[in-house]
Structures are given as C-alpha cells and as structure tokens.
C-alpha cells in the first residue's frame, strides 16, 4: 500500500472509551511502523494546538499520553468537564476540518462511533472511513431490531423481548435469563440474572446506561466469536474466561481470559459458525469488516448473540488474534481494513 494520510479517529463519551483509546493507539503505531503520515484525535475533545489547518506537517507522538484500560469504565462526567465549550456538539474542536486534510479516517471507536451517527456526518462531508455505512451501523447497534432481522431470515438466536423503561414484560420471565441495554457493548449494562430479586436489581442498573433494555434467553454453553471481512469469514475464536462471564474486566484485563483459535471443536461446528458469521454479514448489510459474537450450548447448537461493526483492536482483541491465525500480522491487519473500506 502507498503511504496515506490517516487520522485515527478514537476516544469519545461513551462508556467503552478507554478501549477506543486502546485501539485507537495500537492502530496509529501499526501505522506509522507501514510508513503511513498517521495523526491520533480524540472525536470528543479534538484538538486545541498549533497548526491544526495542516496537521499532517506536524511531528510527534500522538499517542504519548494515552493510558492502558482499567478494570472499570471510565467516569464520562470528568471528560465532558475537560471540554471548555461544554458538550452541545459531539465533535470536538477541529476534529472535522483534520479529517477533511486525511486520505482516510480509521475507525476506532467503540459505542458511541457504532451507532452510523459518525458515520452519515462523514458522508455528507465527503470524508472516507473505514468499517459499515450509517445504515448497517445503526441496524447492528440496535440489539433488539438486529435480533428481529435474525429471527426473520432464520438467523439462530436466543429468545428475547425489548423493553421500554416503565413498560410491563410481555410474557413472563424464565431464569436463568440475560439482561442487557439495548445499545451498548464491551459487557457495559449486561448482567445474568438467577432469580426475580437478581433480575429486578439489572433491570434497575441497565436503565441507567439505556432508555430500553433487552432480555434474553441465558444459553448456557461455550462462547465464541468469528470475524468477517468482505463477507468472507476468519477462523473462530474461542472464549473463556477464568472466572465468571465475559465481562468488561474479562474482555480487557491480560490473563483474566483463555482465548483459543483456531476454536479446538470439530470441523462440521468451525463451519456452521463460519456460515452463520457471513449470513449475519449479509442480513445485517455490513461493510468492509465486522465480527459477531455467539454461545453454543451442551447440545452443540450456535446462537448468534450480536454483531459488532467496529471490532476492538486492542492487545487482547479478538479480531486480531483471528487473523493471526491465517497468517497477517496486526500491521497488514490495519493496512486490510484500509483497503477493503475504501472498496466498500
């Protein structure tokens, strides 16, 4: 690939910014390392120094001060208490005019650059960007439409219903079972629920991340998760954590996880993952790249949990670990998903 000015979009206000931040500087090394003239910017706080109007003239290290992720979520407040202007507009101060100077934009955000909002104001400007369209954004975001897409084109998942805050279940509650905000990821907002007593306190606590919640039928089993990119699936990685569920201390935190790919199950079971990451692809309408999420139960059943359209790209990420597998360091990784985007 010829050198490309790149800004590696990262950070934000959500609750999975100390993983974009993660993602967003492991990308910006892979990067530089390519020979690419490659500027780190934080969507949400922007930039505030000299010579913004042709940033890609500057040089220094754009990921100096940027922290590792802690076992907790960070406190959203104290960031938008960092920005003198208050936060009535998402993008911070000149982060649209730097990403009209880049070739492309690398998306590394996680929540709040998942839901296509991002992604429809770039499209409107002109500005390239790696990952899904507005649409197919929005779509995966929403976990209770995308499980409708996969119980009308036969997508197997676990059964669910949404509900509103301040709405009564529309059907009565089996346990164990699954309480999750609607619009989320990283595990923020997702709890498994043994009892009524347990069920009630997560309904509470997932309100507060998201006006709707999803509840969902617990499938006990193995965890998995299968990248896709162009349509094409990656081996499956298995998941399993050395204790509890997959959860964000689980997700991020070196040695809390036994992560195992190629996935050691038999061949016919890698296949039905694999087909059933690229029938989510199509149903979805993904582009570029995306990885979904699955259980299998004791039964040797999948269940497709969710699809996530801008992957971690951290240290201990899944998405690069699958395409170890088949032979591409994390570099030609980052250098993939440049060129496969800006075919989309």
């Not at 913004?52 to 220094?60: H, Q, S, V, Y």
């Not at 009565?172 to 990821?185: N, R, W």
Request: glycine residues 8%.
């Amino acid at each position: 690939m010829e050198a490309m000015k790149i800004v590696v979009l990262t950070g934000g206000i959500s609750t999975e910014r100390d993983v974009s931040l993660s993602s967003g500087s492991m990308i910006y090394q892979a990067l530089c390392e390519k020979g690419h003239n490659v500027v780190l910017v934080d969507v949400f706080l922007g930039y505030e120094g000299e010579g913004a109007e042709d940033i890609f003239r500057l040089r220094r290290d754009w990921c100096a001060d940027t922290a590792g992720i802690l076992n907790t979520h960070p406190d959203l407040d104290e960031i938008r208490a960092l920005r003198p202007d208050g936060d009535r507009m998402y993008f911070g101060p000149h982060v649209i005019s730097i990403c009209r100077q880049a070739d492309i934009v690398f998306m590394a955000l996680h929540g709040d650059g998942e839901n296509g909002r991002i992604q429809a104001a770039f499209d409107l400007m002109g500005i390239r960007y790696t990952g899904s369209d507005y649409v197919s954004s929005a779509i995966a975001m929403d976990k209770a439409l995308a499980k409708e897409l996969f119980f009308q084109n036969g997508i197997p998942t676990p059964a669910s219903f949404a509900l509103k805050r301040g709405q009564q279940e529309p059907e009565a509650v089996s346990f164990p079972c699954v309480v999750k905000v609607c619009s989320g990821g990283s595990s923020v907002g997702v709890y498994i629920c043994e009892d009524a007593a347990a069920y009630q306190e997560a309904r509470r606590e997932a309100y507060t991340y998201d006006d709707t919640v999803l509840v969902e039928q617990y499938i006990r089993g193995r965890e998995f998760s299968v990248g896709v990119i162009e349509g094409k699936a990656l081996p499956a990685i298995e998941i399993a954590p050395l204790n509890g569920f997959y959860d964000y201390k689980n997700k991020y935190q070196a040695g809390s996880t036994v992560e195992t790919c190629p996935a050691d199950i038999p061949e016919e079971a890698e296949m039905r993952l694999r087909s059933t990451a690229e029938a989510v692809f199509r149903v979805l309408r993904l582009k570029a790249y995306a990885r979904m999420d699955f259980m299998m139960n004791e039964a040797g059943e999948i269940f497709c949990l969710e699809a996530n359209t801008l992957p971690g790209m951290t240290p201990t990420s899944l998405l690069p670990q699958e395409a170890a597998a088949q032979g591409m360091d994390y570099g030609t990784l980052c250098e993939h998903l440049i060129e496969v985007s800006l075919r989309k």
